[in-house]
Every structure is written in structure tokens, then in C-alpha cells.
């Protein structure tokens, strides 16, 4: 239904002639509810609510439960779970062994690198100079050996490098590739022996990344990396300019913050490496399968058979020359 005033006209007064329209007519004629208009009015008339004692306790009390619970529950979820404080001590614990294992380990290798070399020097105490000399020239050539001499270090430096507009951490950081760039140039100038950060690079080097970590030879390194390379220096600082490397570094220098620089050293000592394990294989011995049947063979051409006619030699497409 809808409400009418008594003052209105008849034709003001008529019913909506659809019953969709009661809405429309609650709406335009009753926009405020019932409830909010009579909390208005008691506003206006100077009555405020009477709330009792008893249901602000209970109001109070039920704020009170519902904090301790959320607490408690909050609590419970960031408390660790036995079974998970269990795996975290058995894996601590295994790290731990594994350290001790691996140092182990390596003092073992140590001790018995140093046996290796007192045999060989009680191996060559009688050899020959040249002798000498010569596995002098080889170790120098394998890395195996150390070397000094006048040549050129090119330095590249991450560490505390602003960042231009639009880099990235990790691209404001020295990468492998970077490394590798910078390393073939120097070979490809005449280098005779690198290192980067005192870890000479021989034939089977290899210079990679794990993460943002460089390694050489599986050995992490941590800038600033300095590339150290024994040799003709004008042949190198050539190689680096002609290779476009040297473009390159300032390149970094410009887009990402990482300083780098090429200076030439009248003497430079690297550090041998100790000798490396080399592998080798070799094809097995090919074998018959005793499986597969043996082929027929015929009498060899220009022989005779038991009847004493000679055998065609067509079969194996050989001639008799007689």
C-alpha cells in the first residue's frame, strides 16, 4: 500500500495501477526508513538511549573473549611444529657433518699433494737440466707452475657502484660472461698465464655463475675481481681495444655503476695450481655375438670344390689373373 495525506486531490490518492509501482511510490513518498526516521526523532526531542549495565558487561566481556582467542590463535600458527623443529635439527646436524667431512677432505688433499711433490723432487734429483728446464716451460704453460713477469691488470669493480636510471641489482653486478670477455681478449693478445683474484686459469678452466656468485674452477670469488695476465702488454692493451672489449667496459661503467680500469705492471707474480686430474677413455674391444649366425662361405675363387671344378669367382666379384 501506499500513504496519502487527506489534503491530497482524489487523483493523487488513486492506487498505483500496477503492482510493480509500490516500490517507486516507497521510495518517492517514504524515503527514510521507519526506524531511522522515529532515532531522529528522538534525537530531536532531546532523548538519548539508555544502555544498561549489564549489556555494556557483556559487550565488554565479549570484546575481551574474542581478543584472547585471536591471540591464541595467532600464537598457534606462528609456533613451530614439532615434527618441523625435528627436520630442522637433523638438517642442521647433517650440514654440520658435512662440513667437518669436507674439511676433512680437503686437509687430506693437501697432505697428499705435498707427498706428490716431494716424490717428484726426489723423482728429478738426478734428471738432467734440461730435463728440468723443460718441465719448468711445461708447468709455466699448464698453470701447474708459478710465473712472474711484466704484463697488464684489468680490474672490474661491483662493490658500492651507483646505479644509473633503470638498472637492476643484477645487472649492476659483474657476470661470468663479463669475466669470459675479458679473459679471451687477453689470450687472444699473446697472454701467456691468467689469473682472476689469485686463481690461476689453466686449459681446463672454466669460469661460471651460480646465482649472483662468479666462480672459477667451482672456487666463488667476490669483487672487486682483478684480472691479472703475464705477457707482451702493448700486444694485450691492443687485443683489448681491437676486440671491442675495452668499449665494452666502459660501457658497464656508464649503463650499470661497475667501475673497471687497465693498467700496465712492470712485474707480476701468479700462482701455479696444483696438478689437475686428467681422464681418459678408450673404445672397448669389439666382440661377436655368438648369437648370430655364422655366414656361408664358398671355396675360394680360383680353388676347386670336392669334384675338382673350379668355383665361379663372380660370386665375390673378384678376378683371377692368371
Same mark, same amino acid.
Given at each position: 500500500?501506499?500513504?496519502?495525506?487527506?489534503?491530497?486531490?482524489?487523483?493523487?490518492? #488513486?492506487? @498505483?495501477?500496477?503492482?510493480?509501482?509500490?516500490?517507486?511510490?516507497?521510495?518517492?513518498?517514504?524515503?527514510? &526508513? @521507519?526506524?531511522?526516521?522515529?532515532?531522529?526523532? #528522538?534525537?530531536?526531542?532531546?532523548?538519548?538511549?539508555?544502555?544498561?549495565?549489564?549489556?555494556?558487561?557483556?559487550?565488554?566481556?565479549?570484546?575481551?573473549?574474542? /581478543?584472547?582467542?585471536?591471540?591464541?590463535?595467532?600464537?598457534?600458527?606462528?609456533?613451530?611444529? @614439532? %615434527?618441523?623443529?625435528?627436520? #630442522?635439527?637433523?638438517?642442521? +646436524?647433517?650440514?654440520?657433518?658435512?662440513?667437518?667431512?669436507?674439511?676433512?677432505?680437503?686437509?687430506? %688433499?693437501?697432505?697428499?699433494?705435498?707427498?706428490?711433490?716431494?716424490?717428484?723432487?726426489?723423482?728429478?734429483?738426478?734428471?738432467?737440466?734440461?730435463?728440468?728446464?723443460?718441465? +719448468?716451460?711445461? /708447468?709455466?704453460?699448464?698453470?701447474?707452475? @708459478?710465473?712472474?713477469?711484466?704484463?697488464?691488470?684489468?680490474?672490474?669493480?661491483?662493490?658500492? /657502484? %651507483?646505479?644509473?636510471?633503470?638498472?637492476?641489482?643484477?645487472?649492476?653486478?659483474?657476470?661470468?660472461? &663479463?669475466?669470459?670477455?675479458?679473459?679471451?681478449?687477453?689470450?687472444? %693478445?699473446?697472454?701467456?698465464?691468467?689469473?682472476?683474484? &689469485?686463481?690461476?686459469?689453466?686449459?681446463?678452466?672454466?669460469?661460471?655463475?651460480?646465482?649472483?656468485?662468479?666462480?672459477?674452477?667451482?672456487?666463488?670469488?667476490?669483487?672487486?675481481?682483478?684480472?691479472?695476465?703475464?705477457?707482451?702488454?702493448?700486444?694485450?692493451?691492443?687485443?683489448?681495444?681491437?676486440?671491442?672489449?675495452?668499449?665494452?667496459?666502459?660501457?658497464?661503467?656508464?649503463?650499470?655503476?661497475?667501475?673497471? /680500469?687497465?693498467?700496465? +705492471?712492470? #712485474?707480476?707474480?701468479?700462482?701455479?695450481?696444483?696438478?689437475?686430474?686428467?681422464?681418459?677413455?678408450?673404445?672397448?674391444?669389439?666382440?661377436?655375438?655368438?648369437?648370430?649366425?655364422?655366414?656361408?662361405?664358398?671355396?675360394?675363387?680360383?680353388?676347386?670344390?670336392?669334384?675338382?671344378?673350379?668355383?665361379?669367382?663372380?660370386?665375390?666379384?673378384?678376378?683371377?689373373?692368371?
Amino acid at each position: 500500500m501506499t500513504d496519502t495525506r487527506p489534503d491530497q486531490p482524489a487523483a493523487a490518492r #488513486r492506487a @498505483p495501477v500496477d503492482a510493480s509501482m509500490t516500490l517507486l511510490n516507497e521510495v518517492m513518498h517514504r524515503p527514510l &526508513d @521507519p526506524g531511522y526516521a522515529a532515532a531522529a526523532a #528522538r534525537r530531536a526531542a532531546g532523548q538519548t538511549p539508555h544502555r544498561g549495565r549489564t549489556g555494556t558487561v557483556a559487550l565488554v566481556a565479549l570484546a575481551v573473549v574474542l /581478543g584472547v582467542v585471536t591471540t591464541a590463535a595467532a600464537v598457534q600458527l606462528r609456533a613451530p611444529q @614439532p %615434527g618441523v623443529i625435528a627436520a #630442522r635439527e637433523t638438517l642442521e +646436524q647433517e650440514i654440520l657433518e658435512r662440513q667437518a667431512t669436507a674439511e676433512e677432505l680437503s686437509a687430506r %688433499g693437501a697432505e697428499l699433494s705435498g707427498e706428490i711433490e716431494q716424490l717428484q723432487g726426489a723423482a728429478l734429483s738426478g734428471a738432467s737440466a734440461d730435463v728440468l728446464d723443460s718441465l +719448468q716451460e711445461e /708447468g709455466a704453460l699448464t698453470g701447474t707452475q @708459478p710465473v712472474e713477469g711484466q704484463g697488464v691488470v684489468v680490474t672490474l669493480d661491483d662493490t658500492g /657502484g %651507483g646505479l644509473s636510471s633503470g638498472a637492476t641489482d643484477a645487472s649492476s653486478l659483474v657476470h661470468d660472461s &663479463d669475466l669470459q670477455r675479458v679473459v679471451n681478449a687477453l689470450w687472444a %693478445g699473446g697472454a701467456e698465464a691468467v689469473a682472476i683474484n &689469485d686463481q690461476r686459469l689453466t686449459g681446463l678452466s672454466a669460469i661460471r655463475s651460480a646465482g649472483d656468485a662468479v666462480l672459477v674452477d667451482l672456487q666463488p670469488l667476490v669483487g672487486p675481481y682483478r684480472v691479472e695476465a703475464i705477457g707482451d702488454p702493448d700486444a694485450m692493451r691492443t687485443s683489448l681495444l681491437r676486440s671491442g672489449t675495452s668499449d665494452f667496459l666502459q660501457l658497464l661503467g656508464t649503463q650499470y655503476g661497475i667501475r673497471s /680500469g687497465v693498467t700496465t +705492471q712492470s #712485474r707480476l707474480d701468479l700462482p701455479g695450481r696444483s696438478a689437475p686430474t686428467l681422464f681418459f677413455a678408450h673404445a672397448p674391444e669389439t666382440t661377436v655375438d655368438s648369437d648370430a649366425p655364422a655366414e656361408e662361405t664358398g671355396p675360394a675363387p680360383g680353388t676347386t670344390d670336392g669334384s675338382g671344378t673350379p668355383s665361379a669367382p663372380h660370386e665375390t666379384g673378384q678376378e683371377i689373373v692368371e
